[in-house]
């Protein structure tokens, strides 16, 4: 088993978290793919919109927590953005195309909630924790990057 990587960034506003993620994208390749995970209002969608951006993609974005899915395909890749919190069970995930998606190549999955469907989650997968820390702020955030 490969060794695996562990990135750790500190965030102060959402704007330094957008950022961050908007630098992530501007390297990406496609049939990359993102897992986020996070308690609710830590800063998923920031990250999601900082990752659009920085793939080219200006129309506004929120997490697709009730679609399950949104894709966009206006950037220099196409993004796969899953939110797969309302999700019962992996098998669900077949019949909204998560087999077809993930790992495209003309396109960068980004998965929120990604640890409800942990079974099928590909093991290249970059894996991104994000945390608050109240003592350190409001707006802080800790960034866990795992690859490999």
Request: glycine share 12%; hydrophobic share 35%; charged share 30%.
């Amino acid at each position: 088993m490969a060794e695996k990587k562990q990135t750790v960034i500190e965030t102060f506003s959402a704007k330094e978290t957008f950022e961050y993620a908007k630098g992530l994208a501007e390297k990406a390749k496609g049939g990359e793919v993102y897992c986020l995970d996070g308690d609710l209002g830590v800063g998923k969608t920031v990250f999601a919109q900082g990752f659009g951006a920085g793939l080219g993609i200006t129309e506004p974005m929120a997490s697709p927590t009730f679609t399950i899915l949104k894709e966009y395909h206006q950037g220099r890749l196409g993004l796969f953005h899953f939110d797969v919190y309302r999700i019962g069970s992996e098998d669900e995930m077949e019949e909204i195309g998560f087999y077809d998606l993930v790992g495209r190549p003309d396109g960068v999955s980004l998965i929120e909630w990604f640890t409800l469907i942990e079974g099928i989650i590909p093991e290249d997968a970059v894996r991104v924790t994000i945390e608050k820390n109240p003592e350190k702020g409001f707006d802080y955030r800790r960034i866990i990057m795992t690859e490999g």
